[in-house]
């Protein structure tokens, strides 16, 4: 069946880097585009980036332009997700999900605080 494991949250100061990683399972991964979203206490989840099937054509929102990155390396079964100078209005989890397959995983905690 159908998995994705979010990893690489946690508590980090502002200015700070992490990098989130989802590990797919379940279907040919190579085969669908990969977003990842995010979804902060009390609001709904939000479209964060995403990546086409061979990792060449990437889309932002906005907020998030030139401090995140995302990646994937299908041979590893892997999306990632490069978070650089953090902020604050960051703090949300986590999730990846694969095009077209409604399935999400646990998520990953960021949070950004000092």
């Known amino acids: 069946q159908v998995q994705l494991v979010e990893s690489g949250g946690g508590l980090v100061q502002p200015g700070g880097s992490l990098r989130l990683s989802c590990l797919a399972s379940g279907f040919t991964l190579r085969s669908y585009a990969m977003s990842w979203y995010r979804q902060a206490p009390g609001k709904g989840r939000e479209f964060v980036a995403s990546i086409d099937t061979r990792g060449i054509f990437a889309n932002y929102q906005g907020p998030v332009q030139g401090r995140f990155a995302i990646s994937r390396d299908n041979g590893k079964n892997t999306v990632y997700l490069q978070m650089n100078s953090l902020k604050v209005e960051d703090t949300a989890v986590y999730y990846c999900?694969?095009?077209?397959?409604?399935?999400w995983g646990q998520g990953t905690q960021v949070t950004v605080s000092s």
């Open positions: 999900k694969a095009s077209g397959i409604e399935y």
